[in-house]
């Protein structure tokens, strides 16, 4: 490798990098800063701000030979430019030297200071950008200390102006880098903000409805390197410098990226730690330095009102306060009871060892544990998953990354990201889905399936399956059959239950015919639509097709960390024929106003533990905030209640779950709360004392997490279970077909109570072809009436020309209960 | 003996150097610096723009401030951002007069009233109605609701700094 290096000298510091390294990125690495406000590691160089002067020599070449042209003692002979040049665009050549401490340089920097600050008013003070402002920064460090500018010519600007409802604009600030809008352009794919005007007079506007409509906007606040850009969440909340850092992990779904929470006392909450917002923390092989909007403004459900924070038993009919130890005797004495009858049912978004715990006292009542999901596969993505070594980050050409039934801009945005960046690399995108996805621009091949003919589309793949395959099936067949990596990623896109278990068993099998499996960048990958609905797979929870059924035979039924009764009537009437229902939750939801037994637990963020990200990466969540009131962490409840029936249960430290786990889980057995602790230097470096190189984003210091091994990596013997029987699409004569699709701002339980979200929260609206919605006599913008299991819904028809026909589109969560294909009666409301 | 005596008699005609504290208080040096006051402008609106800067420059943490933005409807300072809560810890406080030294608004005064005794711990915080100084004559209380357009400016208007 060494061979392939450019060696150069800055400031007399040797220094080798590989070709086509940018000057300021090999000063970096050799330690040496060079200011810059344009340039950003993540972006393409554009050199518009000539912050990043400094001087530069070439050796002189000898045209005839080729050879350096050397002194008289052998030296290369130096031929500088007379100007200085930008850093930031200039790649590294053999024997280059860069001088980055002249007066020059000096100069250069300084003159380039005074000029940006001619219009840039002095709001340091209360900007919230003070305090981890490069601009501020930069200027302390080579700024001029006096202006030769006129201070009354300062330009004044518009200094409170929404780009959307969640990132302002302060014209006055904003140095024009254009940081902001090459992330949109390059990054995000959503070029909805751009400079309009010229000179002095130039603004960022957005080129959208709603205003700056992306869901990575707030990114774009972080790499501002002034206080320009804001998040609605933050403006004006606090001082950077009295913040305090949490580590946690998202919760909002498989990704896992990375994030700090910032903290702080705050007066109106009664002198509590509350959270200010939510910052990403580098983590190069989950979320890099971006986290989606979600993630970032959805946190707000931990100080909501309708928080319980003390036991509550039925007493008369009615929820009554009571002691933890009367409530946990309770719950004790009805599980003595009914034994075997016990049905668990837990939610996605707890940590691991809350799921052990669960697991544990269920499985040793001899109850049934089962997984509040829509999804099935997650023992085939324990077996056949991508293992360690794997990075989405890095995968380029002779990769084959096969995306099937899955709007991954929705499902997993972070994973949307790094995909896309990977099909630009080089890696060959080959997407499978029913309608089109904004996948789909970097795939080299797209291929449409009917509703409900995933497995059809898949089988095409199959390597026996010669025959005549259309196009453009057949060069997406061939470009998979020569790629030497093939990761096969699913979703949810218009799938239930059962059609997910099915398409889950095929992605697997294709993997294990075609040797995909067991080696890294091979393997199948689930986007979950939990946090850790991967760890509960790997605790023992799995999703079941009677639910209803099985709830409503239940003696005991065990609620933790869902809603059942509020997403479906179907499941609450279960839960009314239930035995005795006890609930675990944070907050107030419908489930819980049933309950026999309620157990307030804590929020993530108000303890320790870890998640298991859909890649299989176990990461762990630092607590941030303490806990309201008579709260407990879920795994210490479920311990409780395990020592009351006579058993040894941990409920002080999770860490020492996560050390039974590994005892007990293969794929664990090397895992421990160190290990996830650990860190090691990532490139580029950010999120150090050099603000102005990679934005405000955190240095990760505290972990960076573990790639959990996989049966096939481990060369275990696989135990793949007997192929599911093929789904059937419900198609009925006079009804029309619904199908479930998932949206990113759902109406989920935790996302409900984020005030700043709440304008771009999918509605409960039915989109469909044109032609569709005349044949029911619809049209756009009309209220219908839609029949589910007997229960009418009010939805808002939509129309859209890419649908196929005869079937109509839904998202999940908005307060209708369709998790899988159906055939409904559908009719205006009259 | 005698000496002593003297001593006694002189003194009971000298003038006392004692004074009848609280009837009778002494004039406190020009640059005595006491409890603080936070200052208004004369339309009533408060200098503080909630910065924290003076809470950054305590040497003992005895500030805390919380900030919110203005609005045309209720408006406490001229800038975007003022203190929704400023509290100081009279026990904590050196009386150093770094914060006021920080302020950008000269919001934060030291003043000369040393008459600070408190019977708990709790009494020691000074919030920021106890802080803020009376409405000047002719001025309004804070909030206040101000006409669109007249504060447009992040902090009020500076003069030039050199
Ligand atoms: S808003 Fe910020 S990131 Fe965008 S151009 Fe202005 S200074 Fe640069
Ligand atoms: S991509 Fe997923 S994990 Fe990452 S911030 Fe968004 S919701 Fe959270
Ligand atoms: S006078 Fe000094 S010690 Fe007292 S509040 Fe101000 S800065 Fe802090
Ligand atoms: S008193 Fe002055 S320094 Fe302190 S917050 Fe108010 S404006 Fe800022
Ligand atoms: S010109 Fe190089 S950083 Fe802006």
Redesign the pocket.
Known sequence: MTDKLVHLTIDNIPVSVPPDTLVVDAAKQAGINIPVFCYHPKLHPVGMCRMCLVEIGRPLLDRASGEFVRDADGAPKLQFSPKLETACTTPVTEGMVVITNSQKVADARREVLEFILTSHPLDCPICDKGGECPLQNLTMEHGPGQSRFLFDEKMHLDKHVPLGELIYLDRERCIQCGRCVRFQNEVADDPVIAFSQRGRALEIITQSTPGFDSIFSGNTTDICPVGALTTADFRFAARPWELKAAASICQHCAVGCNIVFNVRREALQGGRMVIKRVMPRQNEQVNEIWICDKGRFAYHYVESPQRLTQPMIRKDGALIEAEWDEALDLVAKKLTAYGASLVTLAGGRLSNEDLFNLYSLTHTQGGQAVLYSYMAGGDLTAQVGIPPQTDLGKLGAGCVILVIACDLHEEAPLWWLRIKAAAQRGASLIVLNPRTTRLDRYARHVIRYEYGAELAALSAFQPQSRGDLPEPVRSAVKTFQEAENVIILYGSEGLGLQESKALAHACAGLLIKTYHIGRSNNGLVAAWHNANLQGAWDMGFSPINNLAETLSKAGVTYVVATDPAGDDPQLAEALQHSGFLVVQDILMTETVKMADVFLPAQAYMERGGSYTSGERRLQRFYPAVPPPGNTLPDFAITARISQRLGRTAEEQSPARILLQIAATNPAYAEMDYQLLAQVHEQQPLMGRHDLYYGGTTYENRQGLGAHLSTAASRVEPLNIPDAPPPPVFPVQEGLLTVVPTTRLYDRGSLLIHSNLLHQRLAHPTLTMHPKTAEAYQLSRGQTAVMLLEKTPYRVEIDLDEDLPHGIALLPRSVGIPLNAPQAVKLRPES | MLEGLLTTLKSMVKKPVTIEYPEQKRPVRPRF?GR?SLKRYENGLEKCIGCSL?AA???????FVESAENTDDERYSPGERYARTYE?NML?????????D?CPTEA?V?GDNYELSFTDRAAAIYTKDMLLDPVPPGGQPTPQKTPVGMYTRSIPEMKDPL
């Open positions: 610096k603080h003076c420059a305590c040497p003992v943490e005895a500030i100081i904590r406080c050196i009386f150093c007069g770094f914060c006021e920080a934060i030291l």
